[in-house]
């Protein structure tokens, strides 16, 4: 069977632009709510230089009110982007499964009898379930987030320069190993798919024949080759589990590492008069606001990896030859005498593994 890889250009295509109507409006609810968000940083600043060190007891009113606003604005977009994208998600899953399925039933019977049952059903019931990350929430939470480490950049850069500077290499550095994980942790979820395809076939005509093995007295054989396949699941998930790990975790000592570099600065700039307690106040809300989408990036540039993954498979099932066309091989018999005769007739659904040898006979 050939292999195939879906790409992001055919995943914009098959499944993204055609719903471009609902992602774009998922895309702007998501940027209002990213802005929103970034009311209370702001707002810290004025609190700090402003209301309380001029007791302005009509500013903190206003401010109290913008934010309010602000937080409610997040509560709505948040519910409107689950109700549209998410529900849109479930429904494309359930048109890919009937598609599927409908090419599944399309394909020869020589593809049944090396396939096992239970595979087929991961196959049209699992590796579809990932596109709930493209059109659901996961692509556009992963665009809200670059949108939310931009903005707070250029934020960051306003307050101090140098500051910002200091914080940009061990993010660069978490971007360069995030990258490379994810390009080895692809093939690990796509191998995960056949085990998992391998492990429930297996499972499923275990059980459906369980009177067969009972009769043969092959409980143990079964029980071993079961424990083999879920053993080997395990080692993939545990490979693959390794691999984010390796990411969270980089993310947790690097931008860490910049966290407690700003303090040690932002605390020295301070005490030289170059940095207020509202400007330092702000600068790390902000710095939290950029290095929280980075890290949420990596569960989901996971979550889309898996996708890929199972899409990839999906993608084998789809481009593979339907048996011929019933109508195309037709043959029209204009004169029928009724007699019947088999006369050496041999027949196999794979070359080299015959079903009927030889066979004759006559039916008047």
């Known amino acids: 069977?050939?292999?195939?890889?879906?790409?992001?250009?055919?995943?914009?295509?098959?499944?993204?632009?055609?719903?471009?109507?609902?992602?774009?409006?998922?895309?702007?609810?998501?940027?209002?709510?990213?802005?929103?968000?970034?009311?209370?940083?702001?707002?810290?600043?004025?609190?700090?230089?402003?209301?309380?060190?001029?007791?302005?007891?009509?500013?903190?009113?206003?401010?109290?009110?913008?934010?309010?606003?602000?937080?409610?604005?997040?509560?709505?977009t948040s519910f409107?982007?689950?109700?549209?994208?998410?529900?849109?998600?479930?429904?494309?899953?359930?048109?890919?499964?009937?598609?599927?399925?409908?090419?599944?039933l399309s394909l020869p019977i020589?593809?049944?009898?090396n396939t096992k049952s239970g595979e087929l059903v991961s196959r049209i019931m699992t590796d579809v379930e990932g596109v709930r990350n493209l059109v659901g929430t996961g692509l556009v939470q992963l665009f809200g987030g670059t949108l939310t480490a931009i903005i707070s950049l250029f934020l960051l850069i306003k307050i101090s320069p140098m500051m910002t500077l200091y914080v940009l290499v061990p993010i660069i550095i978490f971007a360069i190993i995030a990258l490379k994980?994810?390009?080895?942790?692809?093939?690990?979820?796509?191998?995960?798919?056949?085990?998992?395809?391998?492990v429930t076939g297996r499972l499923t005509e275990t059980l459906n024949g369980v009177r067969v093995i009972k009769g043969f007295n092959a409980e143990e054989q079964e029980h071993k080759t079961f424990e083999k396949?879920?053993?080997?699941?395990?080692?993939?998930?545990?490979?693959?589990?390794?691999?984010?790990?390796?990411?969270?975790s980089s993310a947790t000592f690097l931008l860490g590492l910049a966290t407690t570099g700003i303090m040690g600065l932002g605390g020295y700039m301070i005490i030289e008069g170059d940095l207020t307690f509202g400007?330092?106040?702000?600068?790390?809300?902000?710095?939290?606001?950029m290095i929280a989408p980075i890290v949420q990036m990596s569960n989901i540039g996971s979550q889309l990896t898996e996708a890929f993954a199972g899409l990839d498979r999906t993608e084998e099932i789809m481009n593979m030859e339907?048996?011929?066309?019933?109508?195309?091989?037709?043959?029209?018999?204009?004169?029928?005498?009724?007699?019947?005769?088999?006369?050496?007739?041999?027949?196999?659904?794979?070359?080299?593994k015959g079903i009927v040898h030889d066979i004759n006979f006559d039916a008047p």
Do not use: H
């Not at 020589?110 to 009898?113: E, G, I, K, P, V």
């Not at 994810?182 to 690990?188: E, G, M, V």
């Not at 400007?279 to 606001?289: A, C, H, P």
């Not at 109508?327 to 080299?352: C, M, P, W």
């Open 181 to 198: 994980a994810f390009s080895y942790i692809r093939p690990i979820f796509r191998t995960r798919g056949v085990i998992n395809a391998d």
């Open 1 to 76: 069977m050939k292999k195939s890889k879906v790409t992001i250009a055919q995943a914009f295509k098959t499944i993204i632009w055609p719903r471009r109507k609902l992602v774009l409006l998922g895309l702007v609810l998501i940027v209002i709510s990213r802005l929103a968000s970034l009311v209370l940083p702001g707002a810290s600043k004025f609190l700090i230089d402003d209301v309380i060190a001029n007791k302005d007891m009509e500013m903190l009113k206003t401010l109290l009110l913008v934010v309010a606003g602000a937080i409610v604005i997040q509560s709505v």
């Open 110 to 113: 020589s593809y049944f009898d």
């Open 229 to 248: 396949g879920v053993e080997l699941l395990f080692q993939n998930v545990k490979k693959s589990l390794t691999s984010t790990a390796l990411v969270t």
């Open 322 to 352: 339907s048996e011929d066309d019933e109508t195309q091989r037709s043959i029209i018999l204009n004169d029928i005498r009724g007699d019947i005769k088999f006369d050496n007739v041999s027949f196999a659904y794979i070359e080299g």
């Open 279 to 289: 400007e330092f106040l702000s600068f790390t809300l902000y710095l939290g606001f």
């Open 80 to 104: 409107l982007l689950t109700r549209l994208l998410s529900v849109e998600a479930q429904l494309l899953i359930s048109k890919l499964r009937a598609k599927v399925q409908k090419k599944i």
